[in-house]
Antibody, heavy 122, light 108 residues
């Protein structure tokens, strides 16, 4: 069965960096686009970034563009989110999610990890 | 950016009753509309995609309809396990992929 396990969250000071990881199993990771979606405490869902199955295409929400970098290592079945210049408003649970369809994708969030909490606070 | 607006914010329904949730897009998204269910402390789950195709894990009491800018999620007879927050999401024009603000379905 599909499993997505995020890690790397924690408490970090404003302006600092953090890298999240998402270990994938139960499907052919290298053929699916992957996403990061976040949810601030008590708030709704916000899409953060997408990376194509081969890593050649990446897109970001305006709120994180220039500060966050999505990447993947298909040999390790792992998705990453490098977060730099963190702000208080980046505080959220960060979920990785697998796209519904392989190849070019559908841009739906089919399977989700359990999330990892990032708290940006001094 | 396409803005998704869900109504109502909270829906109070008795078990066994019908629930109707609405989602409106600021411009046409064709049928590229998904619904997700999220229970407290859990990750969201894909419920409906293509506006009306139900994910295999969900029973037939869940149905989606609409196209263009107006969409509806209907739960025909609410069960205790259906009380949750429901989000719509458009995937027609992106980036960004956008969600509605959510509708909380609570026990009346």
């Amino acid at each position: 069965q599909v499993q997505l396990v995020e890690s790397g969250g924690g408490v970090v000071q404003p302006g600092r960096s953090l890298r999240l990881s998402c270990a994938a199993s139960g499907f052919t990771f290298s053929t699916y686009g992957m996403h990061w979606v976040r949810q601030a405490p008590g708030k709704g869902l916000e899409w953060v970034a997408i990376i194509s199955y081969d890593g050649s295409n990446k897109y970001y929400a305006d709120s994180v563009k220039g500060r966050f970098t999505i990447s993947r290592d298909n040999s390790k079945n792992t998705l990453y989110l490098q977060m730099n210049s963190l702000r208080a408003e980046d505080t959220a649970v960060y979920y990785c999610a697998k796209d519904l369809t392989d190849g070019s994708g559908t841009y739906l969030f089919h399977y989700w990890g359990q999330g990892t909490l990032v708290t940006v606070s001094s | 950016e396409i803005v998704m607006t869900q109504s109502p914010a909270t829906l109070s329904v008795s078990p066994g009753e019908r629930a109707t949730l609405s989602c409106r897009a600021s411009q046409s998204v064709s049928s590229n509309l998904a619904w997700y269910q999220q229970k407290p402390g859990q990750a969201p789950r894909l419920l409906i995609y293509g506006a009306s195709t139900r994910a295999t894990a969900f029973p037939a009491r869940f149905s989606g309809s609409g196209s263009g800018t107006e969409f509806t999620l209907t739960i025909s007879s609410l069960q205790s396990e259906d009380f949750a927050v429901y989000y719509c999401q458009q995937y027609n024009n992106w980036p960004p992929l956008t969600f509605g603000g959510g509708t909380k379905v609570e026990i009346k």
